[in-house]
């Protein structure tokens, strides 16, 4: 079955740096584009990344500071995540991307907070 595992969050200061990684397991990773999405504590879901076909895809928000990477040969995901702000405190999700457009299947997230 499908299984996505997030892991690499914490506590980081203000400019700091972090890297998130998404193990995968039970599909063809390859095949499948791949997204990240945060929520904020006491927020929606906020899409943050996207990787697939060799194109990369960036909300505004992070875009020049986060950088999605895949390892289609360890079938995992990553994010680059520079010069972090106290807004980007969230849980971190990897999903799937299904063959209808639609996020089918996500992990269990990560927790990233930025604070001083």
């Known amino acids: 079955q499908v299984q996505l595992v997030e892991s690499g969050g914490g506590l980081v200061q203000p400019g700091g740096s972090l890297r998130l990684s998404c193990a995968a397991s039970?599909?063809?990773?390859?095949?499948?584009?791949m997204n990240w999405v945060r929520q904020a504590p006491g927020k929606g879901l906020e899409w943050v990344s996207s990787s697939g076909g060799g194109s990369t895809y960036y909300a505004d928000s992070v875009k020049g500071r986060f950088t999605i990477s895949r390892d289609n040969a360890k079938n995992t995901l990553y994010l680059q995540m520079n010069s972090l702000k106290p807004e980007d405190t969230a849980v971190y999700y990897c999903?799937?991307?299904?063959?209808?457009?639609?996020?089918?299947?996500w992990g269990k997230g990560t927790l990233v907070t930025v604070s001083s």
């Open positions: 039970g599909f063809t990773f390859n095949s499948y584009w």
């Open positions: 999903a799937k991307m299904g063959s209808y457009s639609n996020m089918d299947y």
